[in-house]
């Protein structure tokens, strides 16, 4: 059972904006690496995560639309997306993992739908 909260998805118009975000679903604390997205009939891929020491990484597709950001007093990781593009729609994953030497896991997804 996935341990985060993602919410935010929704449909919006080519153009638009949404806000992702993801956190505890209880009183601990995780950490929160990412975000990932899956179109119908592809694989899962990166959209944008933390680097070392922080750094964001986006992927090309995203860069300059996207951008992620965390709160980290309250555990949450967010990712606006601007200018979403129909090629947007996908199912976005939080990747998370409970502490620095687990494995990473999942979400349980928040559909995003760009219509055009």
């Known amino acids: 059972q996935a341990m985060v909260v993602e919410s935010g998805g929704g449909l919006v118009q080519a153009g638009g904006s949404l806000r992702l975000s993801c956190g505890p679903s209880?009183?601990?604390?995780?950490?929160?690496m990412g975000w990932y997205r899956q179109a119908p009939g592809s694989q899962r891929e990166l959209v944008a995560k933390?680097?070392?020491?922080?750094?964001?990484n986006y992927a090309d597709s995203v860069k300059g639309r996207f951008a992620i950001s965390r709160d980290n007093t309250n555990n949450m990781v967010y990712l606006q997306m601007d200018s979403l593009r129909p090629e947007d729609t996908a199912v976005y994953y939080c990747?998370?993992?409970?502490?620095?030497?687990?494995?990473?896991?999942w979400g349980q997804g928040t559909q995003v739908t760009v219509s055009s």
């Open positions: 990747n998370y993992r409970r502490h620095r030497f687990a494995v990473g896991e």
């Open positions: 209880g009183n601990f604390r995780l950490d929160i």
């Open positions: 933390f680097g070392s020491g922080g750094t964001p």
